[in-house]
């Protein structure tokens, strides 16, 4: 079994485009009293189609958001195409450093805001991302994958793909991030 991280298809779209490094994670939920974890180093990106609106994306990304939007799976499936493997993390508690990851996310400041605001005495959780596409795939929805959490397992291997930078760049990127975080 293999883990798969629920993230907005417009994020997925953009850490599969290279536009984006970085995801900020409070944890879903249900997942309240431990905030969010990274439980695996090396896990499927699996999109959702919940809660993304164009306020909570830069405009520069509503394209993507359109683009997913108009591209949703079949009924009873959800389309794979990439993992990401962890290449660092960090909790933030500082504004001032999240301020300064903004050019690795699609999110928009007011969202970022807004998450920040939700379960404040939690740390937001800065996870730097190598994300490999690999060719798509359809996986059969199951009950247990619903719900606002994070994590679910899934029945599938990761398999040859292809990165979505080049690995001097991703090494600038985060050095940069770490650069900020530290």
Request: proline share 3%.
């Amino acid at each position: 079994m293999m883990e798969g991280l629920k993230e907005w298809a417009t994020v997925v779209k953009a850490l599969e485009q290279g536009k984006q490094t970085v995801i900020l994670r409070k944890g879903g939920i249900l997942e309240t009293a431990s905030g969010f974890n990274v439980e695996s180093k090396k896990f499927f990106l699996f999109p959702t189609w919940e809660h993304q609106e164009t306020k909570h994306v830069k405009p520069e990304f509503h394209d993507f958001l359109n683009q997913v939007l108009n591209k949703k799976p079949d009924e009873g499936f959800n389309k794979i195409s990439s993992y990401a493997e962890v290449l660092f993390e960090k909790d933030i508690e500082s504004d001032d450093m999240i301020n300064a990851l903004s050019s690795f996310h699609v999110w928009s400041d007011s969202y970022i805001q807004e998450r920040r605001n939700w379960k404040p005495e939690k740390t937001m959780k800065a996870v730097f991302l190598k994300t490999i596409k690999i060719p798509e795939f359809n996986l059969p929805l199951k009950s247990e994958f619903s719900g606002c959490k994070s994590w679910i397992e899934l029945n599938s291997n990761f398999q040859e793909g292809e990165s979505a930078l080049k690995d001097n760049e991703i090494e600038e990127k985060l050095k940069e991030f770490k650069e900020i975080v530290k």
